[in-house]
């Protein structure tokens, strides 16, 4: 997380702990409904470890939980290395969340029942039963959000409006997400 920028002025400043971040975590999680999902690349490979994900639900300690395929590169680099990075939008112009987190991989049926929607026989062709299904459970550790205060249509308006004037009308806030 080096490389925030956390030289805003303290007003555009709200750290956020315990409940509150955990909140932050799952109302931006249900607005971005997928992330970039990003592992350590394993020795040797060309590709890198970050693709997009579906983000199957947020549970109440602000845990993120995916489907995967056992025989994935992903299970495979967080077997390695299970320190991952998740970078989610939740609308255009508002809704960051960058989490850092520990992935654990399991077969919990009750889990997979839990998460599985029918859209995802795409990837895993034998239904619920797919041998291949496994969850991943990220834990979040920290993180970082920029967002705005009032809504993305006050927002929206106040840009125009500080375009109109010449005049920064800032409505950001930003600031760590600790669970």
Same mark, same amino acid.
């Given at each position: 997380m080096d490389s925030i920028n956390r030289n805003q002025p303290e007003h555009n400043r709200?750290?956020?702990?315990?409940?509150?971040?955990? /909140?932050r975590i799952q109302e931006m999680s249900d607005d971005a409904d997928s992330c970039f999902f990003c592992t350590a690349p394993?020795?040797?490979?060309?590709? #890198? #470890?970050? $693709? %997009?994900m579906s983000i199957k639900k947020a549970d109440a300690s602000g845990a993120l939980y995916f489907l995967s395929a056992s025989d994935s590169h992903k299970n495979a680099e967080i077997e390695a290395d299970p320190n991952v990075r998740l970078y989610l939008q939740s609308a255009k112009h508002s809704g960051f969340l960058v989490l850092d987190g520990h992935a654990s991989i399991s077969r919990d049926r009750e889990q997979i029942d839990a998460l599985w929607n029918p859209i995802? !026989?795409?990837?895993?062709? /034998? &239904? !619920?039963?797919? %041998? $291949? +299904?496994? *969850? +991943? $459970? *990220?834990?979040?550790e920290s993180g970082y959000y920029w967002d705005n205060k009032h809504g993305e249509f006050i927002a929206a308006t106040k840009m125009v +409006? &500080?375009?109109?004037? #010449?005049?920064?009308?800032?409505?950001? +806030?930003?600031?760590? *997400?600790a669970p």
């Open positions: 709200q750290d956020l702990a315990a409940a509150a971040a955990v /909140e394993l020795a040797g490979s060309e590709t #890198g #470890g970050t $693709r %997009p995802m !026989k795409t990837w895993f062709t /034998e &239904g !619920k039963d797919d %041998p $291949r +299904i496994t *969850v +991943i $459970r *990220v834990a979040a +409006i &500080g375009a109109a004037l #010449g005049k920064t009308l800032d409505d950001s +806030i930003e600031g760590t *997400v």
